[in-house]
Nanobody
Framework: QVALVESGGGSVEAGGSLQVSCTFSGDISSIHCLGWFRQVPGKQREGVATMFADPPGTWYADSVKGRFSISQDKTNKVLLLAMNNLRPDDTGMYYC?????????????????WGRGTQVTVSA
């Protein structure tokens, strides 16, 4: 079983930066794709940035391209999301996720392992 634990959320003013982290534990040998999603109350969970575990390949939501960067530290089993030039509409609960069989990383569908989330709040 795979466990994911997010950390690093917080509050920041618009234009600021944050980095959120996700630590994996358990048997991760089956993990094929990794990603970050976010959700605000009353809205569906949406993809922010995703990647194939190996070989590299990434997907970003249009709203975060050029501002966010997803990466992984395989040695320490950590997934990172660096967020720069944050905007108030980036506010939400950020979830780390992983999938075992991923034909596409542009969809939430392949992701079957989830963390509990970390809150990111961006004030104007």
């Amino acid at each position: 079983q795979v466990a994911l634990v997010e950390s690093g959320g917080g509050s920041v003013e618009a234009g600021g930066s944050l980095q959120v982290s996700c630590t994996f534990s358990g048997d991760i040998s089956s993990i094929h794709c990794l990603g970050w999603f976010r959700q605000v109350p009353g809205k569906q969970r949406e993809g922010v940035a995703t990647m194939f575990a190996d070989p590299p390949g990434t997907w970003y939501a249009d709203s975060v391209k050029g501002r966010f960067s997803i990466s992984q530290d395989k040695t320490n089993k950590v997934l990172l999301l660096a967020m720069n030039n944050l905007r108030p509409d980036d506010t939400g609960m950020y979830y780390c996720a992983a999938g075992d069989a991923c034909l596409s990383i542009a969809s939430i569908q392949p992701f079957n392992h989830w963390g509990r989330g970390t809150q990111v709040t961006v004030s104007a």
